[in-house]
């Protein structure tokens, strides 16, 4: 059971925009730097978006990352069929001590 | 190019034993944080483990704690995880990954652990 909770699914036509949430709390989001991750089918999980808004080498500028208060927020602009996909953002929870991810969002294209 | 490469994974009774390992490769592996990440079948991704880079501290979720062993050899640039009594509830795809408290950078390809009867 996550702590931090996010869309099902969200969908938009190519070329459009689509953002995904990330509701958590003061001892996770409020406190700790987001991370969010891309899962494609059948493969492992790869870093999109680091220390809130800060993307990896490689990582095109089409995907952004915010954070407000206890939330965070990932957007994709100019959507492709290659960005459908799972994404989960994940963050370190001081009162639990571990690390943990939001509920998953599906992106459909 | 980091590279981290499971082993290990496969079919066990419920009861019983597994020990995975995972080979690191390009980066300076005792420098870092590894933790292990599961994801059962269908379902969202959920932090299993971790361990500092000198081994002198490790992290267990709740749902494992006294039954798995995180552990690593920074000689040989391997990270361990050794589950025992292990429960259906344990099937999932085990990944090892870099990483612990302020993000996860790379992840392995990870490794299938079913528990069944």
């Known amino acids: 059971q996550s702590v931090l909770t996010q869309p099902p699914s969200v969908s938009a036509a190519p070329g459009q925009k689509v953002t995904i949430s990330c509701s958590g709390s003061?001892?996770?989001?409020?406190?700790?730097?987001v991370s969010w991750y891309q899962q494609l089918p059948g493969t492992a999980p790869n870093l999109l978006i680091y220390?809130?808004?800060k993307r990896p080498s490689g990582i095109p500028d089409r995907f952004s990352g915010s954070r407000s208060g206890t939330s965070a927020t990932l957007d994709i602009t100019g959507l492709q069929t290659g960005d459908e996909a799972d994404y989960y953002c994940?963050?370190?929870?001081?009162?639990?001590?571990?690390?943990?991810f939001g509920t998953g969002t599906k992106v459909t294209v | 190019e980091v590279q981290l490469l499971e082993s290990g994974g496969g079919f066990v009774q419920p009861g019983g034993s597994l020990r995975l390992s995972c080979a690191a490769s390009?980066?300076?592996?005792?420098?870092?944080?590894m933790s292990w990440v599961r994801q059962a079948p269908g379902r969202g991704l959920d932090w299993v483990s971790a361990?500092?880079?000198?081994?002198?501290?490790?992290y267990y979720a709740d749902s494992v704690k006294g039954r798995f062993t995180i552990s690593r050899d920074n000689s040989n640039s391997t990270l361990y995880l050794q589950m025992n009594s292990l429960r259906a509830e344990d099937t999932a795809i085990y990944y090892c990954?870099?990483?612990?408290?302020?993000?996860?950078?790379?992840w392995g390809q990870g490794s299938l652990v079913t528990v069944s009867s």
């Open positions: 361990i500092s880079g000198s081994a002198s501290n490790t």
């Open positions: 003061s001892s996770n989001i409020g406190n700790n730097y």
């Open positions: 220390a809130n808004n």
């Open positions: 994940g963050t370190w929870d001081s009162s639990l001590s571990t690390y943990v």
């Open positions: 990954v870099k990483g612990y408290t302020y993000t996860i950078d790379y």
């Open positions: 390009g980066f300076t592996f005792s420098s870092y944080a």
